[in-house]
């Protein structure tokens, strides 16, 4: 979960005059190795750190049983992109960690 934070830290909000979440996303393979790590707004300003990673980063890679870090739970959209991939697990603090 560090490292998701420590991407999470590079987000960038895509509006001046409100908040938007600040989210880091790592994904780690079964057996333990890094396949991917990016933050909110890495490829374009808005773009989901969960949709980046496992849409545009890895989307060639098998990701079953893979497990998906991520600094705040997908909204219910998200949560049903994500699915198709067969990850094993999917990890978010329960609160914001900033």
Not at 15 to 41: C, F, I, M, Q
Not at 51 to 62: A, S, T, V
Request: hydrophobic share 40%; net charge positive; glycine share 8%.
């Amino acid at each position: 979960m560090e490292t998701a934070i420590e991407q999470m830290r590079l987000s960038r909000s895509e509006h001046a005059h409100k908040h938007d979440p600040l989210v880091g996303a790592l994904l780690v393979s079964k057996d333990g190795r890094e396949l991917g790590k990016t933050y909110r707004g890495s490829l374009r300003v808005g773009s989901h750190a969960e949709y980046i990673l496992i849409e545009r980063l890895l989307k060639d890679k098998n990701l079953e049983g893979a497990a998906l870090y991520v600094t705040l739970e997908p909204c219910t959209g998200g949560a049903w992109r994500v699915w198709p991939f067969n990850l094993a697990f999917l990890f978010c603090p329960t609160k914001p960690p900033v």
